[in-house]
């Protein structure tokens, strides 16, 4: 199947890195790592400050067998994502953890890196299953629409049988049932050799993997992250917040802190 190239991406590219859900926080993130040697350069923040978010990948094993620890990688998130998105990849981490920030961060960056025009370079979609009421098909077909993309079914099953998507699939195990989870499943399959994509869920438990043999699994800040975050975003307050938080408190609640400290941060910015 040849692909379509009379399509023209550049509104929809454009108008993607031009909404605000994804600009108002594009610097104030940069990604954190995922597990591997190969460290990338950091990325900093309007305000100086790196948040690196980290992932390690989940070995496969046995019942019993213990893990083999040199097989484990840790890279820088959006990175790992990268490397592993060809073949497929399920991103696990709990509520709050950053795995839909990281989508929406590799969603933005891959639009502007598409507006380049590059050879091969892959369109990104997201693909919201929280969403889902009838079909993939029609989760795709939607989010390209409302960013100003208007393409019918034919169309988009071209498009994916020539590669030319890179697909975010978020939220594996927010799935309404088992009927949605099969046609999951079976889009996959159909797909799988052409079309790179990336998973997300919660829990393995819930929701299943859809038998995704590679799997990165998200890495809470250190004490030294969220101390550094804290003070980049508060320098006036940072430290007595610091001392009001214990550490297993700071931990448990890692993910509100962080929100709570964007907001302020961002609202500051627009002062």
Do not use: C
Request: net charge neutral; aromatic share 8%; glycine share 6%.
């Amino acid at each position: 199947m040849v692909a379509d190239q009379s399509i023209d991406f550049h509104t929809y590219l454009e108008s993607l890195t031009e909404d605000d859900t994804y600009r108002e926080w594009q610097d104030l993130y940069t990604p954190t790592d995922a597990i591997d040697r190969q460290r990338l350069e950091p990325k900093k923040s309007r305000r100086g400050f790196e948040l690196s978010l980290m992932v390690q990948t989940v070995p496969q094993q046995r019942e019993g067998e213990t893990p083999d620890r040199e097989k484990i990688e840790q890279l820088n998130i959006l990175e790992g994502l990268r490397k592993y998105a060809p073949d497929h990849v399920l991103l696990v981490g709990r509520p709050g953890s950053g795995k839909s920030t990281a989508l929406e961060r590799l969603l933005w960056e891959e639009a502007q890196k598409g507006k380049q025009r590059e050879p091969n370079q892959k369109i990104p979609v997201l693909v919201e299953l929280r969403r889902y009421k009838t079909s993939v098909l029609d989760l795709i077909r939607d989010f390209l629409t409302s960013y100003q993309l208007n393409l019918n079914r034919i169309e988009i099953e071209n498009l994916l049988f020539t590669g030319r998507f890179l697909l975010l699939v978020d939220g594996l195990n927010e799935l309404p049932n088992d009927e949605a989870r099969r046609d999951l499943d079976g889009f996959r399959q159909k797909y799988r050799r052409v079309t790179p994509m990336i998973f997300t869920t919660r829990y393995l438990g819930v929701g299943g993997d859809l038998g995704i043999e590679k799997k990165l699994e998200m890495q809470p800040l250190t004490e030294a992250q969220m101390q550094q975050f804290v003070r980049a975003y508060l320098p006036e307050v940072g430290d007595k917040m610091l001392r009001q938080l214990a550490g297993e408190i700071k931990r448990e609640y890692q993910k509100e802190i962080v929100d709570l400290i964007l907001a302020f941060g961002s609202l500051r910015l627009r002062s």
